[in-house]
């Protein structure tokens, strides 16, 4: 670590904060073990919040993994270990929807039930996942930026990434463009997993020749990272091994409390899974990312939640139809209903849309404001719309969001082929000489 970051760490807090994350894991776990009779908004409470802690430490732990492999496969595997919680979660719910699927058919559910099919959840899990992360995740970087920089001489009104995340736009465009054919489909199938963990396969090769870097730790990661290299690598395994432990132990009770929780409510389980859900798992993500925002070490913040939408479109995406054929004992592909069909294509839309944006590997403030004002549209005006015009809505806010997308590809096409060069082809070397600065 940089002589700097050593004077800022402070044991005594930074150890509580990992004391903490520890600590609220415990209550989940021993209702995990000794099954004590309690309200499904109780477990789904407990375990969400184990499910949290568990996530702060993997993030921890990933963060100062860095200090070991190179910057750019340390970003891939901070965004991935980040977003372990929502794969728990949702391979839990294509597995139950692939044992569903073996025993009734397409619908995945009994003849007459009118609750949600596991199918369908595992598709909701997936798509609140990806759209918090730009919606919340991306807007939430910028957000903190302006705020943090309005001491300075100029306010910081566009947070830019440095060249070398070419890689993961590049990659992000890819699979984005993908992304949109499968609304067109009528499930998930074998080959759609095979060409999407191909792609997240290519991208883990190219983001692997990236050139070790001193990374910015903060909060227990800094603190973690000032351990001999003997004690700091066990200590990292450590929190992988216990973390990880924690989350296979309540992914999938916690996932069946939230489906209870809705039925005995009346709370649509549709919503519990796609937003409440995601937000547990990805809260620890959009915290790391808020702070390194925080410390004006934006391209760290935006650049770890850009590797992991890339992560989410690609790796997430194509391995639902692999647990969901184990689980169905067959090379059967997930189905996708009308709702999730219109889902889908609203989640492709808005990374569309967010690709973008990132053309000029950055975000302004108001591209972060109308990232921000279009995710929450689809809330506003679904609820004053009635059921019957939901599809309309949705289709809407598509057309939106894939409209802009193109006016903003048109007006900056002559960016298109070098982004695509300096994803693909262009040595690290030479994208990390050519470093931009984190704002202006």
């Known amino acids: 670590m940089r002589r700097d970051e050593i004077s800022d760490v402070h044991p005594g807090r930074q150890g509580l904060g ?3 994350a520890i600590g609220v894991t415990i209550p989940g776990i021993l209702l995990r073990v000794l099954h004590p009779e309690l309200e499904p908004a109780l477990e789904a409470l407990l375990f969400g919040i184990a499910i949290i802690g568990a996530a702060f430490v993997l ?3 990933a963060e100062v993994a860095q200090l070991d492999i190179s910057a750019g496969l340390a970003i891939a595997v901070l965004a991935f270990i980040a977003v372990l919680p929502e794969y728990a979660v949702d391979f839990v719910l294509a597995f139950n929807g692939g044992q569903d699927f073996a025993e009734f058919g397409r619908e995945c559910k009994p003849p007459g039930d009118p609750g949600e099919s596991a199918c369908s959840l595992a598709l909701a899990n997936m798509t609140g996942a ?8 991306w807007s939430l970087v910028v957000f903190i ?5 309005r001491g300075r001489s100029r306010r910081m009104t566009r947070v830019q990434l440095v060249r070398s995340h070419a890689v993961e736009v590049t990659f992000l465009a890819i699979a ?7 609304p067109m489909k009528a499930s998930i199938t074998p080959v759609d997993a095979a060409i999407l963990v191909s792609i997240f396969v290519a991208y883990t090769i190219r983001v692997s020749r990236a050139p070790a870097e001193e990374p910015h730790l903060v909060g227990p990661a800094r603190l973690i990272g000032t351990f001999r290299t003997p004690q700091r690598r066990l200590s990292v395994v450590l929190m992988f091994i216990s973390a990880a432990t924690v989350i296979l132990l309540v992914a999938e009770v916690f996932a069946e409390a939230l489906v209870e929780t809705g039925r005995e409510f009346g709370i649509s389980e549709f919503l519990l899974i796609q937003w409440l859900a995601p937000l547990a798992s990805e809260a620890p993500e959009l915290l790391v990312a808020g702070l390194y925002a925080w410390r004006l070490n934006t391209n760290a913040g935006l650049g770890t939640l850009v590797s992991s939408k890339v992560n989410q479109w690609t790796l997430l995406v ?3 139809p692999i647990v969901f054929g184990i689980a169905a004992g067959g090379l059967h592909g997930l189905p996708i209903d009308a709702q999730q069909r219109e889902e889908l294509l609203l989640t492709a839309a808005q990374s569309f849309f967010a690709l973008a ?11 972060a404001i109308l990232l921000f004002t279009l995710f929450w ?11 019957s015009l939901q599809l309309a809505e949705r289709v809407g806010v598509s057309a939106v969001y894939i409209l802009l997308g193109l006016v903003i590809f048109v007006r900056d096409r002559h960016l298109i082929v070098p982004l695509v060069r300096d994803g693909l082809v262009t040595p690290y070397k030479h994208l990390n000489a050519a470093a931009a600065m984190p704002g202006e």
């Open 18 to 20: 990992v004391g903490l």
């Open 59 to 61: 993030s921890w732990a």
């Open 130 to 137: 990806n759209r918090l992360l730009i919606g919340i995740g």
């Open 145 to 149: 930026a302006y705020y943090r920089s």
């Open 176 to 182: 984005t463009i993908y992304s949109l054919t499968l």
């Open 318 to 320: 194509g391995t639902l």
């Open 357 to 367: 944006v990132l053309l000029t590997l950055s975000i302004t403030t108001r591209e």
């Open 377 to 387: 549209a689809q809330f506003i005006i679904g609820a004053l719309v009635p059921e």
